[in-house]
């Protein structure tokens, strides 16, 4: 089966402070990709970082860390230095080969809230 | 720079009601989708295009239409409403899909109620 888990529902974190929100995957191909998107509460989808299956680095952007663990199929994205603007709704998703194009499948979603 | 953008942003349509969503690009992708997000749910594909004069269904593609005559837009048709499509509705696009890196650009939603 083709899936991702993100089984926290909701996390919370001070203001300036690191958090990891996890990402758990399945899938039996060896060619895939891993998103991260953050939607906050005004609705929109916005790209955070990417990281392939043959990538043997982590990922980095900015503040953003992509956790890539693939023995274990995680992919947990780190976000350090906690801001008051991070609080949103997180994403994880896989990209996977499918018929002519890359379907994209999303996990549940996490809610992160920054406290200051 | 719009980059993705959806119309109406809301819409309150009664079951047996059509209406159609627009949904507008300007970063000459070739690629564009249309998703539907449900609470507790992440985003699930109703129709995909490869490319202007094609159309592709995704998972959850009853009760809805696509066309995509111009390689910028990419409408989503309900012909006949009905209570379960309500939902917020994303459209995004993307550069060529053959590389997995290529991330999807989003719009910003439409929240669409059936009464």
């Known amino acids: 089966a083709q899936k991702i888990t993100q089984t926290q529902p909701g996390m919370f974190v001070q203001e300036k402070e690191a958090v990891t929100l996890d990402c758990t995957y399945d899938?039996?191909?060896?060619?895939?990709?891993l998103f991260w998107y953050k939607q906050p509460s005004s609705g929109e989808m916005i790209f955070l970082i990417y990281q392939g299956s043959y990538d043997e680095q982590n990922a980095t952007e900015g503040r953003y860390s992509l956790n890539f663990q693939k023995a274990r199929k995680s992919a947990n994205l780190v976000i350090s230095a906690s801001q008051l603007g991070d609080s949103a709704m997180y994403f994880c998703?896989?990209?996977?080969?499918?018929?002519?194009?890359?379907?994209?499948?999303f996990g549940a979603g996490t809610r992160l809230a920054v406290h200051p | 720079n719009a980059g993705v953008t959806q119309t109406p942003k809301f819409r309150v349509l009664k079951t047996g009601q059509s209406m159609t969503l627009l949904c507008a690009q300007d970063?000459?992708?070739?690629?564009m989708y249309w998703y539907r997000q449900d609470p507790g749910m992440g985003l699930r594909l109703i129709h995909y295009s490869v490319g202007e004069g094609t159309t592709a269904k995704g998972e959850v593609p009853d009760g809805y239409n696509v066309s995509r005559l111009k390689k910028q837009n990419f409408l989503l048709g309900l012909e006949s409403a009905a209570p379960s499509q309500t939902s917020v509705y994303f459209c995004a696009s993307s550069y060529r899909n053959d590389e997995l890196y290529q991330p999807q650009h989003f719009g910003d939603g439409t929240r669409l109620s059936i009464l």
């Open positions: 970063m000459n992708h070739e690629y």
């Open positions: 998703a896989m990209s996977l080969p499918s018929g002519g194009y890359n379907k994209l499948i």
């Open positions: 899938t039996s191909d060896q060619s895939y990709g």
